[in-house]
């Protein structure tokens, strides 16, 4: 087949790596090349950085008003309406995630962008009163300069934009490092931005290894923030980095997300809320809930049918309308899976239905696997396996079902199912997570911030605040007396 040469974006240019140097994409549902990519230099992202901070530093960015910024945001939204298909195409081919989802995505972006844009002009300081005989006192919320944004291979258009967007609403310049195990769809966003007319330098796309690329960009001496979504392992090794520029940060990290099922709850909603939390996107997201806790009382049921549900989903070509579940991303993630698997099967756990590669010979398939555990200590219980892997656990009373939730270094998302409104409340406040859902799983909205506790990261994105957090306060005081300033040295 035909592959695709993407180009870094640099400065406002489409360029190749300084040494000519690229790396293959490979389409996970026919283990083909199917793309190529520039492999960035450490001179490469140095060039990036630098670009970006002379947009900010010179303008013409840093000149715009915050309602000019917002307007700028508003064509990219309309240009993300014009190239939507083709970078729902992209982002597909590039990982295996349906075509129904990333279509549904990329409008969806449309509207993150739009937020933004409105908020643009809404970041504003406070004037705190210190009395009638003091000083006039202003805090202004500034932007801090240049990002860096390091975005994973899933969802990548998605999971970017709420990077994006309210760093450039807060007016702040840009570099994206995509994942190079998928980089396309976010390449291919760097002519979205060119199209609306983004100033030179403002947004740019570095492409490569995470040594040196991304190692040289988080530690960059004019790099101010660094916004990861990512492993935790990767996570580990960025946080040190960041201390050759003291630069502010936010992590995403991986979840192990419970869902408690009471005896008492809407089977039917339990079933439909599980097979979401677990096989949508494959079970590739920090929000999964891959960790479901079934009282006594319903167990034999909720596991016939969630069964029954796994052997319904249909798996095949992402690019298919009929489809439910795509292949997995990377082959080294499917070999992960299977062996955690094998492990925990060793150890006495019992693979209720799945377990293998959906019959396929070619594609990173992994069929809806249930897991039935005796206790935690499974490989597949206490590790993100970050597939359509899901564990369950039996509980007889509340303080046990609250027990087994918090027992996780992971602490994302959770869920809880009970017609009980107090009981649910209680079991929400009990359990650690940035995000939690009650008789449901997977509603979500850009208004909302989410992100993690423990080693789910730290810092939130998404929502009316994710803005600020691309901004630093400043002081201001201003003599309004008249006097003449006093002796330094004459205390009054």
């Known amino acids: 087949m035909m592959t695709i040469d993407y180009q870094m974006y640099i400065d406002g240019e489409w360029c190749e790596a300084s040494d000519g ?31 970006a901070d002379r947009a900010f530093r010179e303008g013409p960015w840093s000149r715009m008003s915050a309602t000019e910024r917002g307007q700028v945001l508003q064509r990219i939204a309309r240009e993300i309406e014009s190239a939507g298909e083709a970078l729902a195409i992209a982002e597909t081919t590039d990982t295996g995630k349906l075509l129904r989802e990333t279509r549904w995505q990329t409008k969806n972006l449309v509207q993150i962008y739009e937020y ?12 705190p009163s210190t009395g009638p005989n003091g000083p006039l006192s202003l805090i202004v919320r500034e932007p801090l300069g240049v990002v860096a944004a390091i975005v994973p291979w899933n969802s990548q258009l998605h999971l970017a934009a709420f990077k994006i967007a309210p760093a450039l609403a807060a007016g702040n310049t840009i570099v ?29 796309v570095v492409t490569g290894a995470a040594d040196p690329c991304g190692q040289t960009l988080i530690s960059h001496p004019r790099v101010r923030r660094v916004s990861f979504t990512g492993g935790v392992e990767t996570a580990r090794k960025i946080i040190p980095a960041t201390a050759a520029n003291i630069a502010m940060m936010s992590l995403e990290l991986g979840g192990k997300s419970p869902v408690v099922v009471y005896d008492d709850a ?25 960790r479901l806790l079934l009282q006594d009382a319903v ?28 292949p997995l991303a990377t082959r080294r993630q499917r070999d992960r899976i299977e062996r955690l698997l094998a492990e925990s099967q060793a150890a006495g756990a019992r693979v209720a239905v799945g377990g293998g590669r959906a019959g396929r010979t070619q594609g990173w398939y992994f069929e809806p696997t249930i ?73 979500t909205s850009y208004m909302v911030p989410f992100g993690g506790f423990a080693s789910s990261g730290y810092g939130r994105e998404g929502g009316i605040h994710a803005i600020q957090d691309y901004t630093q306060t400043k002081g201001i005081f201003i003599d309004v007396s008249g006097a003449a300033v006093a002796d330094p040295f004459v205390m009054r």
């Open 176 to 204: 994206v490092k995509p994942s190079e195990e998928a980089s396309a769809a976010v390449t291919a966003f760097a002519g979205v931005m060119a199209k609306a007319g983004l100033p030179a330098g403002v947004f740019n």
């Open 116 to 127: 933004y844009a409105g908020l643009a002009d809404k970041v504003e300081g406070q004037i």
């Open 266 to 290: 809407d089977l039917d909603s339990v079933v439909n809320g599980v097979t979401s939390a677990i096989f949508a996107a494959s079970g590739q997201s920090c929000a999964a809930g891959s």
């Open 371 to 443: 897991v039935e555990c005796d206790g935690q200590d499974y490989p597949v219980v206490r590790n993100e396996l970050f597939g359509p892997v899901l564990s369950v656990l039996r509980f007889s009373t509340e303080d046990q079902a609250i027990t087994l939730a918090r027992d996780s270094e992971f602490a994302f998302a959770g869920g809880v199912f009970t017609r009980d409104f107090a009981k649910a409340y209680r079991t929400a406040r009990a359990i650690p997570a940035g995000r939690f859902w009650v008789n449901t799983y997977r509603v």
């Open 21 to 51: 140097k690229r790396f293959d994409s490979v389409n996970p549902a026919t283990e083909e090349v199917w793309a190529t990519f520039p492999e960035a230099t450490a001179a490469d992202v140095n060039r990036a950085v630098m670009a």
């Open 299 to 326: 167990y034999d049921e909720v596991m016939a049918r969630l069964v029954a549900r796994a052997k319904e989903i249909v798996v095949g070509d992402p690019m298919g309308e009929d489809v439910h579940m795509g």
